[in-house]
């Protein structure tokens, strides 16, 4: 069990930066793959970022890959999701996840059991 508390979100401008974190409880952070996803009006939750337990390996929707870093720390049970250079494409509430999943990370969002409440970024043209 995990619970996650999102926080960073905010508007912008384009072209502007915004750090997102999510602080997990529990004394079993590390055990889970985490992700960072987004989910736009009238659109489907979409992957963004997903992160491996010791944070090794990592992956990223082809659109965040140069823009986007997602890293986390096992010692404070946060992940984090750095924004760079945003775009109104990228205005969404953000939602973090952690997966009990053998892969080293997932994409997708049926293999994450857990959720945070979500945090709204927009971005501004």
């Known amino acids: 069990q995990v619970q996650l508390v999102e926080n960073g979100g905010g508007l912008v401008q384009t072209g502007g930066s915004l750090r997102l974190s999510c602080v997990a409880s529990?004394?079993?952070?590390?055990?889970?793959?985490m992700g960072w996803f987004r989910q736009a009006p009238g659109k489907e939750r979409e992957f963004v970022a997903a992160?491996?337990?010791?944070?090794?390996?990592?992956g990223y929707r082809d659109s965040a890959k140069a823009r986007f870093t997602i890293s986390r720390d096992n010692a404070n049970n946060t992940v984090y999701l750095q924004m760079n250079s945003l775009k109104p494409e990228d205005t969404a509430v953000y939602y973090c996840?952690?997966?009990?999943?053998?892969?080293?990370?997932?994409?997708?969002?049926?293999?994450?059991?857990?959720w945070g409440q979500g945090t709204q970024v927009t971005v501004s043209s």
């Open positions: 996840a952690a997966a009990q999943t053998w892969r080293r990370y997932s994409t997708n969002r049926d293999e994450y059991g857990y």
């Open positions: 529990g004394r079993t952070f590390s055990m889970y793959a």
């Open positions: 992160i491996s337990r010791s944070g090794v390996s990592s």
